[in-house]
Nanobody
Framework: VQLQASGGGLVQTGDSLRLTCVAS????????VGWFRQVPGKEREGVSC????????LYSGSAEGRFTISRDNAQNTVWLQMNNLKPEDTAVYYC?????????????????????YGQGTQVTVSS
């Protein structure tokens, strides 16, 4: 039972990346899915999420207009398309699945242990 994030890399400012989150051992359709990122020494930051109930999405202020989250329940997969990347997007990106992610208009509960939280993928944006 796991979530696996992939698709990170080293890119230049203005480039694009598509991150992929694949679930194995459980059915992703039963969960909201979120993308988070973390820089050493800083708190985890919610980037985007997509609801399992109605497919609604939420974005952080820094992601709005540049990132797009999508899901395909048949493939047990969620993607995060990131365009116009900036150096401040540099971080390790993680995906997580939980019924309370993207629930009731909130990205996720604070200080909460998600049901599933995968290994991250490094995104580095050079200036």
């Amino acid at each position: 039972v796991q979530l696996q994030a992939s698709g990170g890399g080293l890119v230049q400012t203005g480039d694009s990346l598509r991150l992929t989150c694949v679930a194995s051992g459980f059915t992703l359709r039963d969960y909201g899915v979120g993308w988070f990122r973390q820089v050493p020494g800083k708190e985890r930051e919610g980037v985007s999420c997509i609801s399992n109930l109605d497919g609604s999405t939420l974005y952080s202020g820094s992601a709005e207009g540049r990132f797009t989250i999508s899901r395909d329940n048949a493939q047990n997969t969620v993607w995060l398309q990131m365009n116009n990347l900036k150096p401040e997007d540099t971080a390790v990106y993680y995906c997580a699945a939980d019924a309370l992610i993207c629930y009731s208009g909130k990205m996720y509960p604070k200080d909460y242990e998600f049901d599933y939280y995968g290994q991250g993928t490094q995104v580095t944006v050079s200036s």
